[in-house]
């Protein structure tokens, strides 16, 4: 989809339909809304008062123009309450706009900047989320339907912004919100991918593509390096399964010399069957998606190569599958990991602390100042946040602090979860340094117990999206399947810390 910024009247621009918005509460439409009911002789103020159009978040009323002003058609969306206006508001209201809209048959859309006015957000960064919005928006996952049942698609979405003093901010934000939501997009794809086709090695292949498109540096270590670097961790996963493993590793160099080193690290199990302590067979379809940490690395990765921050940034994925086996690693054994550390197997099922384990050790290794790890981790974090809400637990404040501002930013909900020492004393071992599960309470702050032995003295923050990397059903505003957490709140993170 191509997309346009143009300077001019919202009511003067071509298109099959223009998106207006309208706070609920509202009873007289101002600012670009009421130029549009202007213009249509008050069609939108009677709608209003005849309580068709109400405003409330995610709403929409369609209204055909007929011929009173360029758009075919209008549609009001609705942006919620005042008070609770964000760029989570304005991210919903412009996907569920274009949404809506495609499946009407709209090949052209025209769209005001949502938050700009009366919102009171700067025009970069409202066009940003507007745009970000109507992509992420506009995805499907139905990646193998062979079916032309739906043909439906918008060739382009424009957005008009009358002020030429704006137009500066407006455009830069809209072609950032471009390259986050086609990166956003990517990831989707990449977790939407059955586990059969998206193995370590085509996950290895993917990240060849990005790094050649967006010029980044790239390592692929396969099963024979890690044993020589004696990647316990990683291997012992691998091990039960006949697929090879792969540490990925992607780099990207700042134009300033000197500057410090950010390692986003994603856990990349391409499905997890749970090991010998193998899973429920219910819901065991959804363990393609426990690669989505990986994914939001790519995806990042790719928005780090097109937005170019001031900052060095390293991003790491050990990619294996975890399947049961006559070689599979065993509840009971004792692993030595990359760092030297033991660790006693309680359950298979927790591999991805023992893969990313491995995977932040080399990274700083590669002299990385800060780690980021981001991964389907716990259920635990699930029963405690839900499926919108992203944990964090880290040992540095600022880092943690930074990325709250990122997500923030980013339209993205995050969390902070406490990592209480005394809690260390639930994963001690009796036979090696430490046990790679504590007991079911307190899951997912056990887990980052576990993270933080392998963070050394760097400032490190872990993101556990188990609740948030895909939908069991399509919303309003986006489609079934994964949802690319992360990819914009890591990009962000890394043009903040370059900052």
């Known amino acids: 989809m191509e997309i346009r910024v143009e300077n001019g009247s919202i009511t003067e621009v071509e298109s099959d339909a223009l998106i207006v918005n309208l706070f609920e509460g509202v009873t007289v439409p101002g600012g670009a809304t009421g130029a549009v009911d202007k213009a249509l002789g008050g069609m939108i103020s009677q709608l209003m008062a005849d309580g068709e159009i109400t405003g409330k978040a995610n709403s929409v009323a369609l209204l055909h123009t007929h011929g009173k002003i360029k758009p075919k058609r209008v549609l009001v969306v609705g942006l919620g309450k005042s008070d609770e206006f964000d760029y989570i508001a304005i991210a919903k209201a412009s996907g569920t706009a274009a949404r809506f809209l495609r499946d009407k048959g709209a090949k052209t859309i025209t769209s005001i900047v949502h938050g700009a006015g009366i919102g009171g957000l700067e025009p970069a960064d409202a066009a940003r989320v507007t ?298 071992s009796d036979i090696a340094d430490i046990k790679n599960c504590g007991p079911r309470n307190g899951g997912a702050l056990t887990a980052g117990l576990f993270l933080q032995e392998f963070a050394e003295d760097k400032p490190w923050v872990h993101m556990d999206i188990a609740g948030t990397c895909d939908l069991d059903k399509s919303e309003s505003h986006r489609a079934k399947g994964a949802t690319g957490v992360a990819v914009r709140t890591l990009a962000i993170l890394a043009l903040q810390l370059g900052e």
């Open 131 to 428: 745009v970000e919005g109507a992509i992420i928006g506009l995805y499907k996952g139905d990646l193998y339907k062979t079916s032309d049942d739906d043909k439906n698609s918008v060739d382009r979405f424009t957005i008009v912004e009358s002020d030429s003093a704006k137009m500066e901010d407006v455009t830069a934000g809209a072609e950032e919100g471009r390259i986050l939501a086609e990166a956003t997009n990517a990831a989707r794809t990449m977790a939407n991918e059955p586990s059969n086709i998206m193995t370590p090695t085509t996950l290895a292949d993917h990240a060849r593509i990005v790094s050649e498109e967006y010029e980044l540096g790239l390592e692929i270590l396969g099963r024979e390096e890690m044993e020589s670097l004696q990647m316990g961790g990683l291997l012992s996963v691998a091990n039960g399964s006949a697929e090879p493993p792969r540490l990925i590793v992607l780099s990207y160099d700042a134009e300033t010399n000197d500057r410090p080193t950010l390692a986003i690290v994603g856990k990349g199990i391409t499905f997890d069957s749970g090991g010998i302590s193998i899973k429920p067979s219910d819901g065991m379809a959804d363990m393609k998606y426990d690669m989505s940490g990986a994914a939001a690395v790519l995806g990042a990765m790719r928005a780090i190569g097109e937005l170019k921050p001031n900052i060095n940034v390293l991003g790491v994925i050990p990619a294996t599958e975890n399947m049961p086996s006559g070689s599979a690693y065993k509840p009971g054994d004792v692993i030595k990991m990359y760092n030297g550390k033991t660790v006693e197997i309680v359950t298979t099922d927790a591999e991805g602390r023992m893969i990313l384990a491995d995977a932040m050790t080399f990274a700083l290794q590669k002299s990385a100042d800060y780690v980021v790890d981001i991964a389907t981790l716990t259920g635990a974090c699930v029963v405690a946040l839900g499926t919108n809400i992203t944990g964090i637990m880290g040992n540095d404040e600022w880092l943690l602090d930074a990325l709250t501002d990122a997500a923030l930013l980013a339209g993205e909900q995050v969390w902070e979860l406490p990592l209480p020492p005394e809690y260390m004393d639930i994963i001690k």
